[in-house]
């Protein structure tokens, strides 16, 4: 079993920034590895962004290429998504998620591929 537990969403302006954790417990943190979703009313979730286990392999959405930095402190058993230049278009639920599989080559983008999800943090943007 694992326990996801997401903090840092809020409300910011377009153009700001805000970080957000994803605190894991439950199984060695470096064996796994985590991914970030969202899901805006009326919609799917999706794959915003994700990273190995070992960090030293990140996947983001096209959306979010070159403002959301995914990263993970091992130690801390905690992955953070760091988001700049915020749009109201990136308002949603976010969810961080965590893939167990005994090894990957590859961070997944699919939501089927994860085995524990987190409660969800909201992040609003106003214009």
């Known amino acids: 079993q694992v326990q996801l537990v997401e903090s840092g969403g809020g409300l910011v302006q377009a153009g700001g920034s805000l970080r957000l954790s994803c605190a894991a417990s439950g199984r060695t943190f470096s064996r796994y590895d985590m991914g970030w979703f969202r899901q805006a009313p009326g919609k799917e979730r999706e794959f915003v962004a994700g990273?190995?286990?070992?960090?030293?392999?990140?996947s983001y959405a096209d959306s979010v290429k070159g403002r959301f930095t995914i990263s993970r402190d091992n130690a801390k058993s905690t992955a953070y998504l760091q988001m700049n230049s915020l749009k109201p278009e990136d308002t949603a639920v976010y969810y961080c998620?965590?893939?167990?599989?005994?090894?990957?080559?590859?961070?997944?983008?699919?939501?089927?591929?994860?085995?524990?999800w987190g409660q969800g943090t909201q992040v609003t943007v106003s214009s």
């Open positions: 998620a965590a893939d167990l599989r005994t090894s990957t080559r590859a961070v997944a983008t699919t939501m089927s591929v994860y085995d524990y």
């Open positions: 990273i190995h286990r070992s960090g030293g392999m990140t």
